[in-house]
């Protein structure tokens, strides 16, 4: 008697694979920026709804947020998936208890922040001067979001805005147009008007399930 050819176990993608599949298929299909963006956040919607992502996410170490001041040390990322062919990138952000990022824009960058796990406050911040002094920028707070897991804020180029994780610790899944760490963004201080560039968070590698 023949043993009988066993069956092929198909196994469903991950959340992060069909997120990566859908992303890619979307820069493909879609050539306008702010729409492909735009379009971008049911994705990570479903990325953050994900019992496996959030689970998997308990065991991300805290990333260092960087100085607040001209010359502190770069903040961290996690890095999590890198495109090949698009070169957008998913990062992984989780702040202690207690961090605060420092008020700074992301230069060219499209950004797409997804808070996964834990509530924190988002700052949106308008430019009041006209530019035309170096080192100066006048920036005020417009906006002072309390936020939590399912929240996606879409942050465009040059936009002004800082987040704070509280008392508890947050995770925030990222994607960005393209990796950032290798080239200079904008940090403001309000007190002092004071404007200087320092570079984005340093990449960590890190498994994405
Ligand atoms: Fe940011």
Request: aromatic residues 8%; hydrophobic residues 30%; proline residues 8%.
């Amino acid at each position: 008697m023949s043993a009988r050819p066993m069956p092929i176990q198909e196994t469903e993608p991950s959340a992060a694979k069909r997120f990566i599949a859908a992303a890619r298929q979307l820069y493909a299909d879609e050539p306008d920026t702010d729409k492909r963006w735009q379009k971008m956040g049911p994705l990570l919607s479903e990325l953050l709804a994900d019992a496996g992502v959030k689970a998997q996410s308990g065991k991300w170490p805290s990333c260092d947020q960087g100085g607040l001041t001209e010359g502190g040390p770069q903040a961290q990322n996690l890095l999590l998936y890198e495109d090949p062919d698009h070169g957008f990138v998913i990062n992984g952000l989780v702040k202690a208890p207690g961090t605060r990022t420092n008020i700074h824009d992301h230069a060219h960058n499209w950004t797409l922040y997804g808070v996964l796990d834990g509530h924190e406050t988002i700052e949106r911040y308008e430019r009041l001067d006209d530019g035309s002094k170096p080192d100066y920028a006048e920036v005020r707070k417009s906006e002072n979001a309390q936020v939590g897991p399912g929240k996606i804020d879409l942050v465009r180029p040059w936009q002004i805005h800082a987040e704070e994780s509280g008392e508890e610790r947050t995770v925030a899944i990222i994607v960005r147009a393209e990796k950032p760490g290798g080239f200079l963004q904008g940090r403001y201080d309000p007190e002092t008007s004071k404007y200087w560039q320092g570079y984005g968070p340093t990449q960590i590698p890190f498994e994405f399930e």
